[in-house]
């Protein structure tokens, strides 16, 4: 994203963006869950929203369909909170089960990372109903991956730290099937990550920057907000 070209999108409620045309990330599923380690992430409240969404749709139906006809497969889940792919497919290879999505668009400070989390839990829960199948990569093909000039220092930030060594996703083995499960029966294990980056911080490394510089900065205060 250091290298995008800068852009404005159609809707002037945003504003500028920094964009990177046609990019694709893969996530091998078999070394660990894709949960962002750059910065934390809620785990539990993506699980919970998959969980429910997961209760009410077609994904046993899905599971079921790849057990038995072993073929690649277009799916649709609806009601999640995140930016839904233009496509979703499922793709089978001997016994292990492959995601594939396309994005036309997505914000990858906001909306990327809970993408990639929900998408990998999806995974294992098609895995886990699946027989005999596991999750093997997740792979995300975006034809424009944007991030607002109000969020390019943080990003930045977070783009440059070294991501950390992937947590594990854990299932209750007493459980057959997601069907019958509560959301304290999947958990993450051994989930490090870089602590949240402060705004403060942030100003006041761009504050000496600019004195290192030569410039002169003052800081004044509105005394009749005080």
């Not at 749709?57 to 006809?69: D, G």
């Not at 496509?87 to 396309?102: A, E, F, G, P």
Request: with cysteine.
């Amino acid at each position: 994203m250091t290298k995008g070209s800068d852009d404005q999108l159609q809707n002037p409620d945003l504003g500028d963006v920094r964009q990177l045309i046609g990019s694709q990330l893969r996530f091998d599923l078999t070394k660990g869950y894709p949960l962002l380690t750059t910065r934390p992430q809620d785990f539990e409240e993506i699980r919970d929203e998959v969980l429910d969404i997961a209760h009410k749709s077609n994904i046993s139906q899905v599971a079921k369909t790849i057990e038995i006809t072993k073929q690649d497969h277009l799916v649709e889940f609806s009601g999640l909170s995140v930016t839904m792919p233009d496509r979703c497919q499922i793709v089978t290879d001997q016994n292990d089960l492959h995601c594939v999505i396309y994005l036309d668009t997505v914000d990858v400070v906001n909306e990327l990372p809970r993408v990639l989390a929900v998408y990998g839990l999806i995974m294992r829960l098609l895995s886990r109903e699946s027989v005999g199948r596991h999750e093997a990569s997740l792979v995300v093909n975006i034809g424009r991956a944007i991030v607002m000039h109000t969020d390019f220092k943080l990003a930045n930030a977070w783009m440059n730290r070294k991501p950390l060594k992937p947590c594990q996703l854990k299932f209750n083995p007493e459980r057959s099937s997601f069907k019958d499960s509560v959301p304290d029966d999947l958990t993450v294990e051994d989930y490090i990550y870089h602590d949240e980056i402060s705004i403060g911080k942030e100003i006041a490394g761009v504050l000496s920057a600019l004195r290192r510089a030569g410039a002169t900065v003052e800081i004044t205060t509105d005394e009749t907000e005080q």
